[in-house]
């Protein structure tokens, strides 16, 4: 019994830590982490707007937004742009979800390469752009 035990503790620690290295791929869960991140790594127009850009995505149809963090210029002499949407919830986050990926799918450069481009959901933002400035916005 004993073995059986420390056999599905060392299982259920095996798993957690799967899920944690998995999560790590996401921007920073804090809007102004995020955005110093980005401006630390070359990304130079860099902002955060609590009320004109979370305006124009309520008349587009996506409601609950707390502020978007986006970004745009070169990395090591690459395109990288990001937006990065931060809902009040995680739920926001979830029934937003179809309508967002709409959104990115629009904004999405059509000189972008299809595999460049990534459009995501963690936790309660939802995050779209490229791999790079992704990356950059840890």
């Not at 991140?37 to 990304?43: H, I, P, Q, R």
């Not at 707007?49 to 990395?75: H, M, N, R, W």
């Not at 967002?100 to 904004?107: D, L, N, S, W």
Request: glycine share 6%.
């Amino acid at each position: 019994m004993k073995r059986v035990l420390s056999l599905i503790c060392v299982l259920a620690l095996a798993i957690s830590c799967l899920f944690i290295f998995a999560s790590c791929g996401a921007p920073n869960s804090d809007p102004d982490k995020a955005l110093e991140a980005l401006k630390e790594n070359g990304v130079e127009w860099a902002g955060k707007d609590k009320t004109v850009i979370p305006g124009l995505l309520k008349i587009a149809g996506i409601d609950d937004v707390d502020c978007v963090v986006s970004g745009t210029g070169k990395i090591d002499d690459e395109y990288a742009h990001i937006t990065i949407i931060y809902f009040e919830d995680a739920d926001a986050a979830s029934d937003e979800w179809e309508d967002v990926q709409e959104y990115a799918e629009k904004e999405k450069d059509d000189d972008a390469e299809e595999s460049d481009w990534v459009c995501k959901k963690s936790g309660k933002m939802i995050y779209y752009g490229t791999k790079n400035a992704i990356k950059a916005a840890k």
